[in-house]
């Protein structure tokens, strides 16, 4: 008896140990197909427009390089939160060195922190200007209380508008930060085996 009660109390520990978090849920996502009704677009500068390399799809575009627009709903991380962004991106300047489209997450008094963007960007997270639609995915966490998510197409003002195409923009919640296994725990777990290997032991002796 005492023996099932130790293997059930080792089965607890190993199994909150290992459990992983497999069920991220979506907090926030945009197709960009139909409006921008989820956006602040205080300059009208964004647009839905037709997608140059998909038939029959859409994505977003800038009409201008100077602003950018922000979400509508304002993300209140937990501690530790880890958070995963996703979405499709074309970028046609091809022939520029700098520039293109940014993707940030912008705090309550406005600073933003660019967590994509060309290769000039302090992040190892580059959209590709490459003229084909990209599949751009990266985990992320922040201090801040609150957020909101900030697309832009950043660049010269002479740089040519709508070269920076966004679409299936997804940003999921993927739960906390694993916390490492101290070695107190990993001792005490070797201490139970042991004792659960030497009570074996002696009941065989015994029988």
Do not use: C
Not at 11 to 22: A, G, P, Q, R, Y
Not at 47 to 61: E, K, N, Q, W, Y
Not at 112 to 128: A, E
Not at 150 to 163: A, C, H, N, R, Y
Request: proline share 3%; charged share 15%.
């Amino acid at each position: 008896m005492k023996h099932k009660k130790l293997l059930v109390i080792l089965s607890l520990i190993t199994s909150t140990l290992t459990f992983e978090n497999s069920f991220a849920s979506i907090l926030f996502s945009d197709d960009f197909q139909g409006d921008l009704t989820q956006w602040n677009d205080t300059h009208s500068i964004g647009a839905i427009v037709t997608d140059p390399r998909v038939s029959g799809s859409h994505a977003l575009a800038f009409t201008n390089t100077e602003y950018s627009i922000s979400s509508t709903k304002t993300f209140i991380p937990t501690t530790n939160e880890i958070f995963t962004l996703s979405y499709d991106y074309l970028g046609l300047r091809i022939d520029e060195k700098i520039g293109g489209g940014y993707v940030g997450i912008k705090n309550t008094g406005g600073t933003t922190t660019w967590l994509s963007g060309d290769s000039s960007i302090t992040t190892s997270n580059h959209n590709p200007d490459n003229s084909q639609w990209n599949h751009v995915s990266f985990t992320f966490t922040t201090s801040l209380s609150a957020f909101q998510l900030k697309l832009e197409q950043w660049g010269e003002k002479s740089d040519k508008s709508g070269t920076a195409l966004f679409k299936n923009l997804v940003l999921s919640d993927d739960g906390p930060t694993p916390v490492p296994v101290t070695g107190t725990v990993w001792l005490m777990m070797t201490g139970l085996f042991g004792v659960l290997g030497l009570n074996r032991r002696k009941a065989t002796i015994q029988a």
